[in-house]
């Protein structure tokens, strides 16, 4: 799901990448994606996958927004009785990788431009007609754009973008370590006491 830049910041705030790990049942994303549009956010991109747990899936989240904006956002959402965790995915400590599959134009003549194009970003022919090539590539946002930068003077018949799913490097982190009762207990008031205001 591509969209625009988040309302709440200027069109010069950074890209963030925000992981949730949410309890796998219905109506889970329609809650988290109206959250996110209540506190102004547009989402530029959002997957939702399977994990380890059967209980759990995650969804990563990519938006636009200061760091005041996103720490706001991170409080509203951990208070969602669905989340189980939340937190933000910096480039430097995560793996972020995009899917995309673009079917370009393609004749005799311009079949060996295509096919220098795709072994230079080490992209994969996954489909062949007279009339027409299918690339996939796999690659950090930066590598699929610059990809795409490369097929400006060709005709793009179809494009399909995943948008960013991503893990943290290295060992299991701490807020992946607590039970959810735990997380759930943190996240939520005491019975008799009111949520902090926005």
């Known amino acids: 799901m591509q969209q625009n830049q988040n309302k709440t910041a200027p069109s010069a705030a950074p890209r963030r990448v925000i992981s949730l790990l949410v309890d796998n049942q219905n109506g889970v994303l329609a809650r988290v994606s109206s959250l996110f549009c209540r506190r102004g956010f547009n989402i530029d991109s959002l997957t939702v996958s399977a994990t380890n747990d059967p209980a759990v899936s995650r969804i990563t989240v990519t938006l636009h927004g200061s760091d005041a904006a ?5 409080l509203q959402t951990e208070r969602l009785e669905v989340t189980r965790q939340v937190f933000e ?12 599959l673009i079917k370009v134009a393609c004749s005799s003549a311009t079949r060996a431009e295509l096919r220098e194009i795709a ?14 090539m299918v ?14 930068k490369m097929f400006e003077g060709y005709e793009i018949l179809e494009l399909c973008r995943t948008g960013v799913t991503a893990l ?5 982190h701490p807020h992946m370590q607590k039970p ?9 008031p005491l019975p008799g006491t009111a949520c902090p205001k926005p």
Do not use: H, M
Request: net charge positive; hydrophobic share 40%; glycine share 6%.
């Open 119 to 132: 072994s230079i970003y080490k992209a994969k022919i996954i489909d062949l007609s007279p009339d027409s």
């Open 135 to 148: 690339l996939e590539l796999t690659g950090k946002p930066e590598k699929v754009a610059a990809f795409l």
């Open 168 to 172: 943290e490097r290295g060992g299991k």
């Open 70 to 74: 996103i720490n706001q956002l991170i």
């Open 180 to 188: 959810p009762q735990e997380v759930r207990a943190a996240q939520l």
């Open 89 to 100: 995915l910096t480039p430097e400590k995560s793996l972020q990788r995009e899917l995309l």
